[in-house]
């Protein structure tokens, strides 16, 4: 299994950009799919989830700025973010936990995408 990010980038405060997460590989079922950050210095941190039903969390410091949502038939999750800050500025990171089609169930990572938000 393998999950492939893309969409990062530079972008000015109060931009916006969608980042995707596409896992591959003997897929049986995806259950929940989120997103992460890591700035310098800075432990990781959990920006949203979504479960395999559809619910969503999110950080705080992301409430009505960001959205995720996933297509469960491309196996992708998304992360819309608008009215991007500087302090959003970080390598985002996507996780799924996946049962594969041998029954073994984990959590996989993407490789992560720069996103920086400077003028």
């Known amino acids: 299994v393998q999950l492939q990010a893309s969409g990062g980038g530079l972008v000015q405060p109060g931009g916006s950009l969608r980042l995707s997460c596409a896992a591959s590989?003997?897929?049986?079922?995806?259950?929940?799919m989120g997103w992460y950050r890591q700035a310098p210095g800075i432990e990781r941190e959990l920006v949203a989830v979504?479960?395999?039903?559809?619910?969503?969390n999110y950080a705080d410091s992301v409430k009505g700025r960001f959205t995720i949502s996933r297509d469960n038939a491309k196996n992708t999750v998304y992360l819309q973010m608008t009215s991007l800050k500087p302090e959003d500025t970080a390598v985002y990171y996507c996780?799924?936990?996946?049962?594969?089609?041998?029954?073994?169930?984990?959590?996989?990572w993407g490789q992560g995408t720069q996103v920086t938000v400077s003028s």
């Open positions: 590989g003997n897929i049986f079922r995806i259950n929940d």
């Open positions: 979504i479960t395999s039903g559809g619910s969503t």
């Open positions: 996780k799924m936990n996946i049962l594969r089609v041998d029954w073994w169930s984990n959590d996989y």
